[in-house]
């Protein structure tokens, strides 16, 4: 399974930004696939998963509200919207993903096996 995001940039504070994550998989609804993210001196952290037939969402809570995940499953693609974008948000943002098998469906516990390149997204006036 291969991942590549793009999307990332800079925008002022408030704005918004949409991330786009491919996936190399024919089966996507057999995969779990989230956003992480990372900030410098700071440790990774998942902010939101789709998973499995049913699309379940799940959403960190420095995220929730703010963020929504979907998925075009004929395109193959996992997006992020991320709207009302504060200077906190700035990190690196990775895409990933696990087998559904392999899944938890815990966002704090989870190391994905297939992870992206990683974009940067920088919020700043």
């Known amino acids: 399974l291969q991942l590549v995001e793009s999307g990332g940039g800079l925008v002022q504070p408030g704005g918004s930004l949409r991330l786009s994550c491919a996936a190399s998989?024919?089966?996507?609804?057999?995969?779990?696939i989230g956003w992480f993210r990372q900030a410098p001196g700071k440790p990774r952290e998942g902010i939101a998963y789709i998973c499995c037939t049913d699309g379940n969402k799940y959403y960190g809570s420095s995220v929730r509200g703010r963020f929504t995940i979907s998925r075009d499953i004929a395109k193959k693609t996992v997006d992020l919207q991320m709207n009302s974008l504060e200077p906190e948000d700035t990190a690196v943002y990775y895409c990933a993903a696990d087998p559904q098998g392999d899944f938890t469906f815990s966002l704090r516990a989870w190391h994905p096996q297939s992870w992206g390149q990683g974009t940067q997204v920088t919020v700043s006036s």
């Open positions: 998989t024919f089966t996507m609804e057999a995969y779990a």
